[in-house]
């Protein structure tokens, strides 16, 4: 028995070196022990676009003179970094500091998911197809019902539907969105239902959910595999599926406008991202190796440096992990369901000088 421990014991060891790279991995800078990590310089060999970024900063600048405020040396010194140079190396030569992200391994590896605003087809009244309400936020103080109490009629007779959808998935996906477009096509209106409140209970993963229970193996979860599977079940299996997460989230109706984050910032896909602001506050300039993906939604073998601004958070957003937005509608959809890849991380920060500096 004990050389039977023993041969487990070095097989595990051999799988612990045996380190992935199958989604973007890279162990090339060793170990770190904190979320964030004073660094020297940034040496990266990847093929750099910044392009999406100078479009980004201008919303936020025109969009939140405090928050320009807040940031505005980092600003400053970026975009005198982008004019005259680009070069990762030379950050330093504008007074930029850099603090590396640690990755949830330790080892540089940030893990970056995608989101999307949807755009879901409801009616102000409920039929017999459009019968899946979205609710404004109750006053439930700390006692709001869990997700399975709202599906068996919780909130029924309150006044507090907003619309009725067809899908009951669609529902769900906009709530793990945080917002989401609506087309009523009873009077062809579009509105924009932004993030209300939520229920207080704690967040699970579906997506986890049907990996335990080998209905979705684990290499193709995304969300399009979510939806699939959806479609191969009745309604009683679709709403236990959704049940296991009792966290449920409720909108607040606005007259279409573009998407904005938690800062009150409109989005530009591809240049923004959803952060832990315990570690990466509101306007936070990144430089990251974003992970590249193929249609099928494998990474491609490539990373490509970018600039990234933190303009938004979420209830899984936290530490090592960025949430990239991708845009509105079906196909941005897609193609956040399939970002679960990994990529390295800098935070642009300016130092801070000290009393006694200052007054010298």
Same mark, same amino acid.
């Given at each position: 028995?004990?050389?039977?421990?023993? &041969?487990?014991?070095?097989?595990?060891?051999?799988?612990?070196?045996?380190? *992935?790279?199958?989604?973007?991995?890279?162990?090339?800078?060793?170990?770190?022990?904190?979320?964030?990590?004073?660094?020297?310089?940034?040496? @990266?060999?990847? &093929?750099?676009?910044?392009?999406?970024?100078?479009?980004?900063?201008?919303?936020?600048?025109?969009?939140?003179?405090?928050?320009?405020?807040? !940031?505005?040396?980092?600003?400053?010194? /970026?975009?005198?970094?982008?004019?005259?140079?680009?070069?990762?190396?030379?950050?330093?030569?504008?007074?930029?500091? +850099?603090?590396?992200?640690?990755?949830?391994?330790?080892?540089?590896?940030?893990?970056?998911?995608?989101?999307?605003?949807?755009?879901?087809?409801?009616?102000?009244?409920?039929?017999?197809?459009?019968?899946?309400? /979205?609710?404004?936020?109750?006053?439930?103080?700390?006692?709001?019902?869990?997700?399975?109490?709202?599906?068996?009629?919780?909130?029924? %007779?309150?006044?507090?539907?907003?619309?009725?959808?067809?899908?009951?998935?669609?529902?769900?996906?906009?709530?793990?969105?945080?917002?989401?477009?609506?087309?009523?096509?009873?009077?062809?209106? +579009?509105?924009?239902?932004?993030?209300?409140?939520?229920?207080?209970?704690?967040?699970? @993963?579906?997506?986890?959910?049907?990996?335990?229970?080998?209905?979705?193996?684990?290499?193709?979860? @995304?969300?399009?595999?979510?939806?699939?599977?959806?479609?191969?079940?009745?309604?009683?299996?679709?709403?236990?599926?959704? !049940?296991?997460?009792?966290?449920?989230?409720?909108?607040? *109706?606005?007259?279409?406008?573009?998407?904005? %984050?938690?800062?009150?910032?409109?989005?530009?896909?591809?240049?923004?991202?959803?952060?832990?602001?315990?570690?990466?506050?509101?306007?936070?300039?990144?430089?990251?190796? /974003?992970?590249?993906?193929?249609?099928?939604?494998?990474?491609?073998?490539?990373?490509?440096?970018?600039?990234?601004?933190?303009?938004?958070?979420?209830?899984? &957003?936290?530490?090592?992990?960025?949430?990239?937005?991708?845009?509105?509608?079906?196909?941005?959809?897609?193609?956040?369901?399939?970002?679960?890849?990994?990529?390295? &991380?800098?935070?642009?920060?300016?130092?801070?000088?000290?009393?006694?500096?200052?007054?010298?």
């Amino acid at each position: 028995m004990k050389k039977a421990l023993s &041969v487990v014991g070095i097989s595990l060891l051999l799988a612990a070196c045996a380190r *992935p790279t199958d989604r973007g991995q890279q162990y090339i800078d060793g170990r770190f022990d904190d979320v964030l990590n004073p660094v020297g310089q940034v040496a @990266s060999d990847k &093929v750099r676009d910044y392009s999406l970024f100078p479009a980004q900063l201008e919303k936020v600048e025109s969009s939140s003179p405090s928050l320009t405020k807040v !940031n505005q040396d980092v600003y400053e010194s /970026v975009k005198a970094w982008l004019a005259e140079s680009g070069e990762p190396t030379a950050l330093g030569d504008y007074g930029l500091s +850099l603090e590396q992200m640690g990755g949830g391994d330790g080892y540089g590896n940030v893990l970056f998911t995608g989101y999307f605003s949807p755009v879901i087809e409801m009616r102000h009244k409920p039929d017999a197809l459009f019968r899946y309400p /979205v609710y404004a936020m109750p006053q439930c103080d700390d006692k709001c019902p869990t997700r399975e109490e709202i599906y068996n009629g919780a909130l029924d %007779g309150l006044g507090l539907e907003l619309g009725y959808s067809a899908s009951l998935i669609d529902n769900f996906i906009m709530e793990v969105q945080g917002s989401g477009f609506i087309h009523f096509g009873d009077n062809d209106q +579009l509105e924009y239902f932004a993030y209300g409140g939520k229920n207080g209970h704690p967040y699970v @993963s579906i997506g986890k959910v049907l990996i335990e229970r080998d209905e979705v193996p684990r290499e193709k979860m @995304s969300l399009k595999a979510i939806k699939d599977w959806v479609a191969q079940q009745d309604e009683a299996t679709v709403m236990e599926l959704l !049940n296991q997460n009792p966290s449920f989230v409720f909108f607040a *109706p606005k007259a279409a406008h573009p998407v904005t %984050g938690t800062a009150g910032i409109p989005l530009l896909s591809g240049a923004s991202v959803a952060a832990d602001r315990d570690f990466l506050p509101m306007g936070t300039v990144l430089l990251a190796e /974003v992970p590249q993906l193929n249609e099928e939604g494998n990474w491609n073998g490539q990373h490509v440096l970018k600039l990234l601004m933190a303009l938004d958070t979420g209830g899984a &957003v936290k530490k090592n992990h960025l949430d990239l937005y991708h845009g509105m509608g079906e196909e941005a959809g897609i193609r956040a369901g399939h970002h679960k890849h990994f990529g390295r &991380v800098w935070k642009l920060t300016k130092p801070v000088e000290n009393e006694d500096s200052v007054q010298q």
